[in-house]
């Protein structure tokens, strides 16, 4: 099991990492929502346990508002010292899937992380991606935008299935030589310049609105909302 952990107390932190990594798991760390956004949006983890309050007075719920509607899906476990039923619930509703209160078993919080892994294990993955009139499937590897059929090279399309697994969201060219291109470097290319533009004219070129976009200083996103 790949988990992310975004909590900001050290001493917590190490307990928790410890006790996943000796129990088998993969763990990622990160000590602000800032990186937490980051981690979860950029990387594929089957769990997520997020602190309710974290650095600058971040409440992890406000976090995982921003990852739902990012379109990251991961379940998400709380960890909270606010034990009020009316705290559960609004964890709840603000797109947790679990909830703990501190202190905690370690023995019950690795349960429930084994709990939340298999439901979405049994829950069969999208065999589609749909963005605005955007439409990939992605078992026949077809791409279509309204009744237009848009012929992609393997790169191409890996791009665009990124770009569309995170609409609605800036994806960064880290984010791109990492996942797209699986470099944990900057290749000091235009590789990304040259996929982006030709990308662009596969599923822009004719249509009245845009769906690929640049956001200057940040990266690309691919939307159909105006902004």
């Given at each position: ?122 829950n069969p993955k999208a065999t589609s991606l749909d963005v605005g009139d955007l439409h990939m499937d992605l078992l026949s590897r077809k791409v279509t935008r309204g009744q237009r059929n848009i012929l992609l090279q393997p ?45 662009r004219q596969r599923i822009d070129s004719d249509f009245e609105r845009p769906l690929l976009r640049t956001v200057r200083n940040a990266g690309y996103m691919l939307t159909a909302h105006d902004e």
């Amino acid at each position: 099991m790949k988990v992310l952990l975004v909590e900001d107390n050290e001493r917590v932190a190490k307990f928790i990492v410890k006790g996943l990594q000796e129990a088998g798991h993969t763990v990622d760390h990160a000590d602000n929502g800032r990186d937490g956004i980051f981690l979860a949006a950029s990387s594929a983890f089957d769990v997520i346990i997020m602190d309710r309050m974290l650095p600058d007075n971040v409440d992890g719920l406000a976090i995982i508002g921003t990852l739902r509607s990012a379109g990251v899906r991961t379940p998400i476990l709380i960890l909270s010292a606010l034990s009020d039923v009316d705290e559960r619930i609004k964890g709840l509703q603000s797109g947790g899937d679990d909830y703990l209160t501190k202190p905690f078993a370690f023995g019950e919080l690795l349960a429930r992380l084994d709990a939340l892994a298999r439901r979405t294990q049994s829950n069969p993955k999208a065999t589609s991606l749909d963005v605005g009139d955007l439409h990939m499937d992605l078992l026949s590897r077809k791409v279509t935008r309204g009744q237009r059929n848009i012929l992609l090279q393997p790169r191409e399309f890996k791009l665009l299935e990124y770009l569309m697994r995170h609409a609605g969201q800036v994806v960064t060219r880290t984010m791109m030589i990492e996942n797209v291109w699986e470099y944990h470097f900057d290749p000091q290319t235009n590789v990304i310049d040259v996929h982006i533009s030709k990308l662009r004219q596969r599923i822009d070129s004719d249509f009245e609105r845009p769906l690929l976009r640049t956001v200057r200083n940040a990266g690309y996103m691919l939307t159909a909302h105006d902004e």
